[in-house]
Every structure is written in structure tokens, then in C-alpha cells.
């Protein structure tokens, strides 16, 4: 039996994908070593962002210049966007390897691929050639058959009930 690093994707239209990230992010850190937490589509200031930035072994980017979702930007934002989420990409994935993370977590990568701001075949040329020692999680909603397909673990969060529907709108320290 071989201790190989491996993927994990957390799925689905339900809370708690990226919760459940950033609780194998304070695990790893805890107990192994270096973090690399890229957020795309979000702005890097949400109270996990918070206390994880606190830990000396977890270095975390984000992508959201323009602060707004797909659906309400302009096609300039768009692109400004998009190369943002470019860079990050570039950057987490060149720095876990170069500084020899042991986990990396690429949050929201599915809504940058699904959006048309993330080149999918960048992010599985990456996963078919990291480091054998790379744990890399990936999160969002839709994931593509392909990138299933690279993913030794898949937790699928569905929504039974969540509280916008009855017009509770998202609360600081639940949903941000």
C-alpha cells in the first residue's frame, strides 16, 4: 500500500464545500505542514479567510476584482476577471510546488471553469503532472465528467433545505 497523494472534490449545490475544505486545510496545517488555499470568485475576506491567515503554514489567494457575480458583470469585467483568475491559478499552483506544499486547495475552481475564466485543461495538465506528494482539493458546483475522473475522492453537499429560500439572506460567520 502506497501513501500517494491524492484529489478531492467537493461538489454540489449544497453549503459546506468550502467548509469542509478549509477543516482539512486546519487539519493539514495542524499536523503536516504548508497550505496553499486559492479562492476564485470570491474576495478572500470571509471569516474562515480570517483565521486561516492567522496560521503561520497557510498562504491564501483570491480572485474577484470586480466583487460582483458572472451573471452581473459587463463583458470588460469579464476579462478583467478572467485574468485575474489566470494569475491565481499560475501562482498557487507555482508556488505549492516550488515551496513544497503538501496541500493545496484550488475553491470555487468549478464556477471558474463552468464561467469560461479558467481553462479546465490548465487545471487537469496540472493535476495529471504535481508532485506525487500534492494532496489538491477542488470545489463547486457542475464538475466537469473530466475532472471526476481525476478525483480519488468525491463528497457530493445536497441541498435539502437552506434558509434563502424562505428569505433569510446570508448571514456574516454562517455563509461568509
Not at 469542509?20 to 474576495?43: I, N, T, Y
Not at 495529471?128 to 473530466?146: I, W, Y
Amino acid at each position: 500500500m502506497t501513501n500517494k497523494a491524492c484529489v478531492h472534490l467537493y461538489c454540489g449545490d449544497g453549503k459546506g464545500k468550502t467548509t469542509a475544505a478549509v477543516g482539512l486545510a486546519v487539519r493539514f496545517a495542524g499536523r503536516v505542514g504548508k497550505v496553499v488555499l486559492a479562492q476564485f470568485l470570491k474576495d478572500g475576506t470571509s471569516g474562515e479567510c480570517r483565521t486561516l491567515a492567522k496560521l503561520g503554514n497557510v498562504t491564501m489567494l483570491a480572485a474577484n476584482p470586480v466583487r460582483k457575480f458572472s451573471f452581473q458583470m459587463t463583458d470588460d469585467e469579464k476579462r478583467q476577471t478572467a485574468d485575474a483568475i489566470q494569475r491565481t491559478f499560475v501562482a498557487a499552483t507555482g508556488y505549492a510546488v516550488r515551496e513544497g506544499a503538501g496541500l493545496l486547495i484550488l475553491d470555487e475552481v468549478c464556477a471558474a471553469i463552468s464561467c469560461g475564466f479558467l481553462d479546465e485543461q490548465a487545471v487537469l495538465d496540472f493535476l495529471d503532472s504535481r508532485p506525487d506528494t500534492l494532496e489538491v482539493v477542488l470545489t463547486g458546483r457542475d464538475p466537469s465528467d473530466a475532472l471526476q475522473a481525476h478525483a480519488d475522492y468525491i463528497t457530493e453537499m445536497a441541498k435539502r433545505r437552506h434558509p434563502f429560500d424562505g428569505g433569510i439572506a446570508a448571514r456574516e460567520g454562517i455563509e461568509w
